[in-house]
Nanobody, 124 residues
Framework: VQLQASGGGLVQSGGSLRLSCVVS????????VTWFRHAPGTEREGVSS????????FYADSVKGRFTMSRDIAKNTVYLQMDNLKPEDTAVYYC??????????????????WGKGTQVTVSS
């Protein structure tokens, strides 16, 4: 199983970015995906999760109302639309997958597969 994240970059405060995570190698469609981020000097934190069916999402309070996670099952791709970005959103963003049928807050669950990160930098 491989996860490939892309879409990061440099944006001004208030701007938008859309991250993509292409998932390959799963033999089943039943896996949930979470976006995490890690900024220097801080602990890694969960940003958002999407259920195995794509029917439900969960967001950290810090991004609620600004970020939207979605899933295209046919393309095996998960997206994170990030609007109204703030300097504190600057971090390396990682997507991770957990095999099985899951929904809700997955931040504290051990994820089975991780992609390499994509850097998001928001200037003030």
């Amino acid at each position: 199983v491989q996860l490939q994240a892309s879409g990061g970059g440099l944006v001004q405060s208030g701007g938008s970015l859309r991250l993509s995570c292409v998932v390959s190698g799963f033999t089943s469609d039943y896996y949930a995906v979470t976006w995490f981020r890690h900024a220097p000097g801080t602990e890694r934190e969960g940003v958002s999760s999407i259920s195995s069916t794509g029917g439900s999402t969960f967001y950290a309070d810090s991004v609620k109302g600004r970020f939207t996670m979605s899933r295209d099952i046919a393309k095996n791709t998960v997206y994170l639309q990030m609007d109204n970005l703030k300097p504190e959103d600057t971090a390396v963003y990682y997507c991770a997958a957990k095999a099985g049928y899951y929904s809700g807050n997955l931040f504290d669950l051990r994820h089975d597969y991780w992609g390499k990160g994509t850097q998001v930098t928001v200037s003030s």
